[in-house]
């Protein structure tokens, strides 16, 4: 039996699937460059791409109704964008830029989502049969955001407050990975 057959699949999920392997494939750049001491510049970039990412996610969830629902895919979009740009910025005040790629990209936007599909996700970033089960996931996470869009002013304060919270955590995720592989001070006094 072949997995790719076993999985649901419909015109949400490719989309879905299609804009996470949009955000993944290309990894953006940064202009950030190595901190002499990281942590806090990490903390200042993740407060300022929470608070873009709150407003962006606030602001398309507003609209009512099927207006609503129609926002949803571009404002995940939107939030991912915003996600990636910052781990890209992190990584460099790491002086990590050149260590990140799709499997950490990936491992940092959407960890707390789907924690075991996406290690194997990362493992076999370009199997179609697991990209397909992802965009499934993620569109029933559509569905989930979608139904508080019905009443429109709390479900933009809601949204925009999830997206704050998902936004640092992916920040954390990023740390984590970076702060790891960052060269200790005394290795950056040695080699200069």
């Known amino acids: ?112 989502a789907s924690a075991q599909l996406l290690r194997d996700l990362a493992v076999r970033v370009g199997e179609r049969a697991l990209l397909r089960n992802f965009g499934v996931h993620l569109s029933q996470r559509i569905l989930k955001k979608g139904a508080s869009r019905l009443i429109p002013l709390l479900g933009a304060i809601g949204i925009g407050a999830y997206a704050y919270a998902d936004t640092l955590q992916v920040a954390k995720s990023a740390v984590s990975i970076f702060e790891r592989a960052a060269p200790a001070p005394a290795d950056l006094c040695a080699a200069q």
């Open 1 to 112: 039996m072949r997995i790719e057959s076993s999985l649901p699949s419909g015109p949400r999920s490719e989309l879905v699937t299609r804009a996470v392997l949009d955000i993944v494939l290309n990894v953006p750049s940064t202009h950030e460059r190595l901190a002499d001491n990281p942590g806090p510049r990490a903390k200042a970039i993740a407060r300022l791409a929470a608070r873009d990412a709150s407003m962006t996610a606030g602001a398309l969830a507003l609209p009512p109704g099927a207006m609503g629902w129609l926002t949803v895919v571009p404002e995940m979009m939107a939030v991912w964008k915003i996600q990636a740009q910052m781990v890209a910025d992190i990584a460099g005040i790491y002086g990590q830029e050149h260590m990140l790629g799709r499997e950490q990209m990936l491992y940092c936007l959407f960890k707390q």
